[in-house]
């Protein structure tokens, strides 16, 4: 049994070497490996683009990210700054009709 697995491994093995060329053994082995591999990568336009794509999405959700966090500054009511320093008119009320310091003064 142990001969026959053997014998059929052998078999599988001199099946390989007959399908699958040798490579040479030149010297300039790698160096046309490495331009191939380079040749291969230069033709990835499509990479490039989905690598330029990705990095602008990341770019803009870390800006809009960024600009949502920020505490937003209201500018304050100039009725109530007007009123608090003493400078200006006083307020008027639209639904009274009449003004603050009018009510006051009639007193």
Do not use: C, H
């Not at 690598?51 to 800006?63: E, G, P, V």
């Not at 920020?70 to 200006?88: K, T």
């Amino acid at each position: 049994m142990k001969r026959n697995l053997e014998n059929e491994l052998d078999l599988g093995f001199a099946a390989y070497r007959a399908v699958v060329a040798v490579p040479d053994a030149r010297p300039s082995f790698s160096t046309d490996i490495w331009s191939a591999i380079e040749a291969k990568r230069a033709a990835r336009v499509f990479g490039f683009w989905a690598k330029a794509l990705t990095s602008s999405a990341l770019a803009a959700s870390l800006a809009l990210g960024v600009l949502s966090s920020m505490p937003e500054r209201l500018p304050e009511p100039e009725y109530l700054a007007a009123y608090l320093e003493g400078n200006g008119p006083a307020p008027f009320d639209a639904e009274l009709g009449y003004s603050i310091v009018d009510s006051e003064t009639s007193r």
